[in-house]
Antibody, heavy 122, light 107 residues
Framework: EVQLLESGGGLVQPGGSLRLSCAAS????????MSWVRQAPGKGLEWVST????????YYADSVKGRFTISRDNSQNTLYLQMNSLRAEDTALYYC???????????????WGQGTMVTVSS | DIQMTQSPSTLSASVGDRVTITCRAS??????LAWYQQKPGKAPNLLIY???SLEGGVPSRFSGSGSGTEFTLTISSLQPDDFATYYC?????????FGQGTKVEIK
């Protein structure tokens, strides 16, 4: 069974840092682009970042560019999101998501984790 | 960035109703559109990809159509399990964007 399990969320002060992890199982992790998507409390979905399976290509939403860094360890089947200079507006449930299909850059997200909550507050 | 606009924002319907949700893109996205269902406290679930392809395991009462800038998600006969929030998402651009969501409520 394909599974994604996020961890690392918590309460952090504005300007602080946090690293999220997403442990993957049930598929050949290195063969799939992976993404982070967040959802502020009571709000809609916001795409945050995507990294290719080979870790050679990354994309970020303007709202996090320069502050967040996506990375992955294919030997450990784990995706990461390093979040620096955190702001109140980064408060959200952070999901990792796997791409559907195996080739090209046109893909939806077919498997999602349960999410990890990040709260930025003093 | 490509803006995605869903309508309506909220929809009240009864079991057995035919329901249609519309999603419009600010520029052409070909057929690179997905639909997700999200229930309270749960992660989103992929229903439709490439505008009209049904994800495995998704009931056939769900269907998607459209191309370019206008898309629809149709539920042919609403079931109790379908009361949820639905999101469209474009993936024509490297910078993915979602619609704001449509909440389907019990009438």
């Amino acid at each position: 069974e394909v599974q994604l399990l996020e961890s690392g969320g918590g309460l952090v002060q504005p300007g602080g840092s946090l690293r999220l992890s997403c442990a993957a199982s049930g598929f050949t992790f290195g063969g799939y682009a992976m993404s982070w998507v967040r959802q502020a409390p009571g709000k809609g979905l916001e795409w945050v970042s995507t990294m290719s399976g080979s870790a050679t290509t990354t994309y970020y939403a303007d709202s996090v560019k320069g502050r967040f860094t996506i990375s992955r360890d294919n030997s450990q089947n784990t995706l990461y999101l390093q979040m620096n200079s955190l702001r109140a507006e980064d408060t959200a449930l952070y999901y990792c998501a796997k791409r559907e299909g195996t080739s090209g850059w046109y893909f939806a997200f077919d498997v999602w984790g349960q999410g990890t909550m990040v709260t930025v507050s003093s | 960035d490509i803006q995605m606009t869903q309508s309506p924002s909220t929809l009240s319907a009864s079991v057995g109703d035919r329901v249609t949700i519309t999603c419009r893109a600010s520029q052409s996205i070909s057929s690179w559109l997905a639909w997700y269902q999200q229930k309270p406290g749960k992660a989103p679930n992929l229903l439709i990809y490439k505008a009209s392809s049904l994800e495995g395991g998704v009931p056939s009462r769900f269907s998607g159509s459209g191309s370019g800038t206008e898309f629809t998600l149709t539920i042919s006969s609403l079931q109790p399990d379908d009361f949820a929030t639905y999101y469209c998402q474009q993936y024509n651009s490297y910078f993915r964007t979602f619609g704001q969501g449509t909440k389907v409520e019990i009438k």
